[in-house]
């Protein structure tokens, strides 16, 4: 996987690219307004990032931040970014994990390069004003540094671009992590039920229904008589 | 023509040659009548009969269109005619340097081209209000006045030489470097041609660039329809950011997000000579109260512009932002560390054992589902 093309190491990083939208349409004096609060708005989210983290590119009607090593950062730097939409920025996000290059002569022109880039492109071009939309890869990318992160990450379909490449979108939905987590508590708590309730079947079988509770209630004399809760013992028998 | 001496042209008296071209000799000539000195364009016809009788008709109808524009930076067409076998234009006489001659004399102020473009821009929209569109312009067709006011010459002239004279091997004549894509194509034009074509003198005045230079007509037109230009800062860095803005709107290849008015053209190009002219005021105070003037506007030196988000292809690079420092992250790019392994992966796909170890929900339910699985059998069992 490491790959080096020409002398100049490819790497993986995320790409956020921060598209104003509708920019070349503008009149030339909102252009350059615009530019600059986009300049505050990256200068803000970008000092979040380890400066040996990220590198903030220009683009014609944006900009780009390539983030490495952290897609997490990448993905706070684009939530924060859409903000500034609040505040009358016009910001389309696309977040895109690929490969990059360093590009350039060495002659004022260094830059970066590479499919990471242009599917980040891609990607804020098809996502609307104050929104942000997330590459397959991207998502995947948040799923090995934290996994169930990925789950936040919402289906939005998919999209061809110009060069006729499809790529799988995804919007983030941050209620979706409360709505998972009662999902597995009540799974947990169903999968409890089940478990035991198998084994108190098993035993009943056994032993016939009668025996059973009167075992059962034996035993909660005993435990009560010795001053013990009877759950607070069964349980700690169970936790091993 | 040229072999015979011409004392007299219509009712022109001819004093003297200013200059030859492609189409003609244009002379210094006396109006008898109103006893005023002229510029006489005489512009060769075509010997086929048919081919004359559309061009007369043509450049009647032109050459009225263009009589119809007085404005302070149109050269002003008085009369127009025709003698034996060419047409001529009895024009304003201007003592003046053609823009053509000034570029090549040295780099222009960026505030002096801007003041010129934005004349230029004001003429043009005087035209194009009147339905008359230039087709041709370029430094030879604007002349600068000794105190600076710019004229547009030669209106109405390109549409008459773009279809009448054309070489032996069917290339039109002209100068495509300055020619709009859609012009290039051989599409129908309109005002925004002229805009494309305005933007693209502002471009080489700022930069001393010939910025869709070629070797020959074919690659030149490639480069009028495909290249997109470098961002004017890049290669001058005392051009405010938004005269790249300017210039960027003007060059745009598609017509319909191009400035659609000279006007609104001419309005960006003030705002952007104001900023310009604040900055050498500003400039002028500080080395009059002896301080030294330290540029902290972000507008210079500013970082170059690159394609716009759907034009960038996966061979297509993106430029370093000059506002931010990103040498730290590309020196770590450029030789990974070893504990920067992560760069050169692909996310790695989660297993069970790392799903159930680190996601929080699986985590739930396996342990839940793993107590409760002790606990039935701890019932089971008795």
């Given at each position: 996987?490491?790959?080096?093309?020409?002398?100049?190491?490819t790497?993986?990083?995320?790409?956020?690219?921060?598209?104003?939208?509708?920019?070349?349409?503008?009149?030339?004096?909102?252009?350059?307004?615009?530019?600059?609060?986009?300049?505050?708005?990256?200068?803000?989210?970008?000092?979040?990032?380890?400066?040996?983290?990220?590198?903030?590119?220009?683009?014609?009607?944006?900009?780009?931040?390539?983030?490495?090593?952290?897609?997490?950062?990448?993905?706070?730097?684009?939530?924060?970014?859409l903000?500034?939409?609040?505040?009358?920025?016009?910001?389309?996000?696309?977040?895109?994990?690929?490969?990059?290059?360093?590009?350039?002569?060495?002659?004022?022109?260094?830059?970066?390069?590479?499919?990471?880039?242009?599917?980040?492109?891609?990607?804020?071009?098809f996502?609307?004003?104050?929104?942000?939309?997330?590459?397959?890869?991207?998502?995947?990318?948040?799923?090995?540094?934290?996994?169930?992160?990925?789950?936040?990450?919402?289906?939005?379909?998919?999209?061809?671009?110009?060069?006729?490449?499809?790529?799988?979108?995804?919007?983030?939905?941050?209620r979706?992590?409360?709505?998972?987590?009662?999902?597995?508590?009540?799974?947990?708590?169903?999968?409890?039920?089940?478990?035991?309730?198998?084994?108190?079947?098993?035993?009943?079988?056994a032993?016939?229904?009668?025996?059973?509770?009167?075992?059962?209630?034996?035993?909660?004399?005993d435990?009560?008589?010795?001053?013990?809760?009877?759950?607070?013992?069964?349980m700690?028998?169970?936790?091993? | 023509?040229?072999?015979?001496?011409?004392?007299?042209?219509?009712?022109?008296?001819?004093?003297?040659?200013?200059?030859?071209?492609?189409?003609?000799?244009?002379?210094?000539?006396?109006?008898?009548?109103?006893?005023?000195?002229?510029?006489?364009?005489?512009?060769?016809?075509?010997?086929?009969?048919?081919?004359?009788?559309?061009?007369?008709?043509?450049?009647?109808l032109?050459?009225?269109?263009?009589?119809?524009?007085?404005?302070?930076?149109?050269?002003?067409?008085?009369?127009?005619?025709?003698?034996?076998?060419?047409?001529?234009?009895?024009?304003?006489?201007?003592?003046?340097?053609?823009?053509?001659?000034?570029?090549?004399?040295?780099?222009?102020?960026?505030?002096?081209?801007?003041?010129?473009?934005?004349?230029?821009?004001?003429?043009?929209?005087?035209?194009?209000?009147?339905?008359?569109?230039?087709?041709?312009?370029?430094?030879?067709?604007?002349?600068?006045?000794?105190?600076?006011?710019?004229?547009i010459m030669?209106?109405?002239?390109?549409?008459?030489?773009?279809?009448?004279?054309?070489?032996?091997?069917?290339?039109?004549?002209?100068?495509?470097?300055?020619?709009?894509?859609?012009?290039?194509?051989?599409?129908?034009?309109?005002?925004?041609?002229?805009?494309?074509?305005?933007?693209?003198?502002?471009?080489?005045?700022?930069?001393?660039?010939?910025?869709?230079?070629?070797?020959?007509?074919?690659?030149?037109?490639?480069?009028?329809?495909?290249?997109?230009?470098?961002?004017?800062?890049?290669?001058?860095?005392?051009?405010?950011?938004m005269?790249?803005?300017?210039?960027?709107?003007?060059?745009?290849?598609?017509?319909?997000?191009?400035?659609?008015?000279?006007?609104?053209?001419?309005?960006?190009?003030?705002?952007?000579?104001?900023?310009?002219?604040?900055?050498?005021?500003?400039?002028?105070?500080?080395?009059?109260?002896?301080?030294?003037?330290?540029?902290?506007?972000?507008?210079?030196?500013?970082a170059?512009?690159?394609?716009?988000?759907?034009?960038?292809?996966?061979?297509?690079?993106?430029?370093?932002?000059?506002?931010?420092?990103?040498?730290?992250?590309?020196?770590?790019?450029?030789?990974?560390?070893?504990?920067?392994?992560?760069?050169?992966?692909?996310?790695?796909?989660?297993?069970?054992?790392?799903?159930v170890?680190?996601?929080?929900?699986?985590?739930?339910?396996?342990?839940?589902?793993?107590?409760?699985?002790?606990?039935?059998?701890?019932?089971?069992?008795?």
């Amino acid at each position: 996987m490491a790959l080096v093309t020409n002398g100049a190491t490819t790497a993986l990083a995320s790409v956020v690219f921060l598209k104003m939208h509708e920019f070349p349409r503008r009149p030339v004096t909102e252009q350059a307004r615009l530019r600059a609060q986009l300049e505050a708005a990256v200068a803000i989210t970008a000092a979040e990032l380890d400066p040996a983290s990220r590198i903030v590119l220009d683009a014609a009607d944006g900009a780009a931040v390539v983030v490495l090593g952290d897609p997490l950062g990448a993905l706070r730097l684009a939530e924060r970014s859409l903000f500034a939409a609040a505040a009358g920025l016009p910001l389309a996000i696309g977040i895109n994990h690929g490969a990059v290059q360093l590009a350039g002569a060495g002659r004022g022109d260094e830059g970066l390069a590479g499919d990471g880039i242009a599917v980040a492109a891609n990607v804020a071009e098809f996502a609307v004003p104050s929104a942000l939309l997330v590459s397959r890869s991207f998502r995947d990318a948040l799923a090995d540094v934290q996994p169930g992160l990925e789950t936040q990450m919402l289906s939005a379909g998919s999209f061809t671009d110009a060069g006729l490449r499809t790529h799988e979108i995804f919007a983030p939905d941050h209620r979706v992590p409360r709505r998972r987590h009662r999902r597995y508590l009540a799974a947990s708590i169903a999968a409890a039920i089940l478990l035991v309730g198998a084994g108190v079947g098993a035993r009943i079988q056994a032993e016939g229904q009668e025996k059973f509770l009167s075992a059962v209630a034996a035993k909660y004399r005993d435990t009560t008589a010795q001053g013990r809760s009877y759950w607070r013992d069964l349980m700690s028998k169970v936790k091993f | 023509m040229a072999k015979k001496k011409l004392s007299k042209i219509g009712r022109y008296k001819i004093i003297g040659e200013l200059g030859r071209g492609a189409m003609g000799i244009v002379y210094r000539a006396e109006d008898p009548n109103l006893d005023r000195v002229v510029a006489l364009k005489t512009i060769l016809l075509s010997d086929d009969a048919e081919g004359r009788k559309d061009y007369h008709k043509r450049f009647f109808l032109e050459a009225k269109a263009a009589g119809k524009l007085t404005h302070p930076h149109i050269v002003t067409t008085y009369d127009f005619g025709e003698e034996e076998d060419f047409a001529f234009l009895a024009m304003e006489l201007l003592e003046g340097t053609e823009l053509r001659t000034r570029m090549k004399e040295g780099p222009l102020d960026i505030a002096e081209a801007v003041d010129i473009a934005q004349q230029v821009a004001d003429g043009l929209g005087f035209a194009h209000e009147r339905g008359v569109v230039h087709r041709d312009i370029k430094p030879g067709n604007i002349m600068i006045l000794p105190r600076g006011q710019a004229k547009i010459m030669d209106f109405g002239i390109a549409r008459m030489r773009s279809d009448d004279f054309k070489t032996s091997t069917g290339i039109v004549m002209g100068t495509p470097r300055f020619m709009s894509p859609e012009q290039v194509a051989g599409e129908p034009v309109d005002q925004r041609s002229d805009i494309f074509s305005l933007g693209v003198v502002l471009y080489e005045m700022i930069t001393g660039t010939a910025l869709f230079a070629g070797e020959d007509t074919p690659q030149i037109a490639h480069n009028v329809t495909s290249v997109e230009h470098t961002p004017p800062s890049r290669l001058n860095p005392d051009v405010p950011s938004m005269l790249d803005f300017a210039v960027a709107r003007a060059l745009k290849k598609d017509p319909a997000v191009r400035y659609q008015d000279a006007y609104e053209f001419a309005v960006d190009l003030r705002t952007c000579l104001a900023e310009l002219r604040s900055r050498e005021t500003a400039g002028k105070k500080g080395e009059k109260e002896g301080t030294r003037t330290v540029k902290i506007d972000s507008t210079t030196n500013r970082a170059p512009l690159a394609p716009a988000a759907r034009s960038i292809a996966s061979d297509t690079q993106l430029p370093l932002s000059k506002q931010f420092d990103s040498f730290a992250a590309v020196q770590r790019l450029n030789a990974p560390h070893r504990r920067d392994r992560k760069l050169l992966q692909l996310p790695r796909p989660v297993g069970f054992l790392r799903r159930v170890s680190v996601d929080a929900g699986p985590r739930l339910l396996f342990l839940s589902s793993l107590v409760a699985a002790a606990a039935g059998l701890y019932v089971a069992l008795g």
